[in-house]
Each structure stands twice: as C-alpha cells, then as structure tokens.
C-alpha cells in the first residue's frame, strides 16, 4: 500500500500522517451526529471489542472459583501470572514477529524509520532495547499486573467491595463497561502526569522512556513501581460499586492495550487492502518530545485542556517549542 497517499515522509525516512489528531468528536457543541456515530464504531471496533474479548475468555475459562480466590495463594497467583504471559506473548510477540522481525511492510506507516534492533544501546541491559523491553515486560511488567488482578479478584470474593449483579443492575453496569476506556484514559493522564515529576521521572518513569523509538515490547517495559500504579487503575472498580468482569476488562484495557501506543506504525497492513489503525500516533510523539501527550488520543481530551496536546500540526510544534522556551527561562531565571 501506498503510504504517502495518506502522509509525508522526511529526508530521515521517517513517515507522519497527514491527518491530524482529533479529540473525540462528543466534545464539539452542537453536536454532528454522523461523526459521532462513526467514531462510535471505531471506539467499540476493533481494539475494545477486542480486550471485551478476552476479558469473557478469561472469565469463563481462566479466573478460578470464588471459593478459591477467597484465599490467596501462589497455585492461582502463578496460574494467572502464566496466562498474562503466554496472552502478551501471543498478541505483542505475533505484532513484533510480523513487523519487526520479518518487516513484512518494511517501514511503510512507519513514524521513524529506524528498528531498534539495528540500534544498539548502552541504555538497555545488553544494549538491546528488545532484550531489556522483553525481560523488563516479564519481570516487572505482568507480575505487577498479576499482583493487581489477585488483589482485586481476592477483595471482591471476600465481599471486600460492593459486587453489583448484572440482572439486578443492568443499565448501571453496561454503563461503566462503555466508560471504562474513558476511566482508564482520565486515571492514566493524572499518574503519567504525576511520574514526570522531575524526581519520579528520574527514579520511576524513565525507564520507560529510554525507548525513544518505541516498539511492541516497550509497552509494559517499566519500572516496577510504574507497572503497578498503571495496573491500579483496576482497584477504582472496589470503591465505585462494580462488577469483578468490569475490573478485569479494565485491567485488560491496560495490560493489552499498552501496545496501542507503542506499534511504531500508524496502520499495519493485514492484506493488500486492508489496514488496522494502530492509535499510536500521540503517544508516539509523547516518546519523541517527553513533554506532550500525557494521556490517551482525545477520548477525554485533558492535554488539551492543560495545553500539553499535540496533534502533530506544525501549530502544536510551535505551541510545545514556545512552552520549551518559558521552561528554560523560568530555570536561568531561578539559577540567577
Ligand atoms: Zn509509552
Ligand atoms: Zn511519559
């Protein structure tokens, strides 16, 4: 497929969308109908559909008994520890395998052209970002994971949290089903925002941002204290009246979902026709300049109410250089 029909690519090879970045077309005033049931579709299908996929999957075949998960214990812990495992290895490993080992479409759709395994670096352990990304992911990355889902499913079996039923309460449990992308999104843009702290940045978050050029494993690569707090999203579903599925799916839109953000190409071509969006655009650029983008891609557009929002338009770049540029000022001034 040709990519330039749909962006531009510069002397360095790297490609950028023509298109800008939008926020959800909910928030405009008066509201354009059309728009917005396309964007529904594309909201529900393919990604969400997807982790509501797997969520059923898990709790139908996977999550032991209540009675079981009233008592923690290392035989479900591991259980679970595993299927997160082998999950992200299917789905990270297929994306990885496919794009980045065979580069079956080579750098088409790709924001920079570059692969990190041609780029060897002394800030990885064996200065392959692969390796560090991959046995960070494993390490820290889905224990940390595990450790929220045992938590949550140990609280709920014990009546630690109200466990609302689906026939008794239908409409209210669908409904935070619908805004548990929209949770996930709002919860991630105040911790992210909150680890760019200079100190939480040095301590926590820049092991995650060591892979400038981010790939499918970089996903879940992070600090431990990092991966959890990610992860904890899922604990919001024992103070709010929920449901443990709704939990899982949360945990789901986190633990699978990370690799939205870190595809490295903006479309990946399944046939000669067909493409799937990859999201990952904004956040990307959160990779390359730090300091825009701390939250999702506009579903809940708070980089935009806190001016951090870059769209990738030559108007946001000036945007983010002019804030750049007070920074600096602010610091020589506080050094004077
Ligand atoms: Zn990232
Ligand atoms: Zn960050």
């Known amino acids: ?27 405009a005033w008066p509201p354009q109908i059309s728009k917005v049931l ?57 994306i990885e395998f496919f794009y980045y080992f065979k580069r079956r479409q080579g750098s088409r759709f790709k924001y920079n052209a570059k692969f990190p ?14 390796i560090d990304n991959f046995l960070r992911t494993y390490v820290f990355g889905i224990s940390m994971w595990t450790l929220v889902e045992v938590l949550m499913l140990w609280a709920f079996a014990n ?11 239908p409409l209210y449990l669908a409904f935070l089903v619908f805004i548990a992308p929209a949770i996930h999104d709002t919860y991630f843009f105040f911790i992210h925002r909150a680890i760019h702290w200079p100190p939480l940045y040095k301590w926590v978050h820049s092991v995650h941002h060591n892979s400038i050029n981010p ?8 600090h431990p204290v990092e991966t959890f707090i990610y992860h904890g999203v ?12 709704i939990g899982l799916f949360q ?31 904004l956040h990307y650029l959160h990779h390359k300049y730090f300091e825009v983008n701390y939250g999702g891609d506009g579903l809940v557009p708070l980089d935009k ?20 540029e007070q920074k600096v000022a602010r610091m020589n001034a506080k050094k004077n």
């Open 38 to 94: 396309k964007w529904l579709v594309g909201y529900i299908w393919p990604w969400n559909a997807f982790h509501m996929a797997t969520t059923l999957l898990y709790w139908y075949y996977i999550i032991p008994g209540v009675e079981t998960m009233k008592t923690l214990s290392w035989d479900w812990a591991l259980w679970l520890y595993a299927v997160n495992g082998v999950g992200i290895f299917i789905m990270y490993g297929a």
């Open 117 to 130: 395994a041609d780029n060897p670096s002394d800030v990885f352990w064996f200065k392959s970002q692969n």
């Open 251 to 281: 945990l789901h839109l986190a633990g699978y979902g990370a690799v939205n953000g870190h595809i490295g190409f903006d479309k990946l071509e399944l046939t000669e026709g067909t493409t799937l969006d990859s999201h990952a655009y």
């Open 234 to 245: 899922a604990f919001l579903h024992l103070i709010i009246p929920s449901n443990p599925i």
């Open 1 to 27: 497929m040709d990519d330039l029909k749909f962006g531009t690519r510069n002397k360095r090879g790297d490609w950028a969308p023509s298109a800008h970045a939008e926020i959800a077309p909910f928030w």
């Open 305 to 324: 109410w806190f001016g951090t929002w870059h769209d990738g338009s030559k108007q946001s770049q000036a945007q983010m250089e002019a804030r750049f």
């Open 215 to 222: 790939s499918p494993w970089s996903s879940l690569s992070m």
């Open 159 to 169: 009546g630690y949290a109200p466990w609302l039923s689906w026939s008794e309460h």
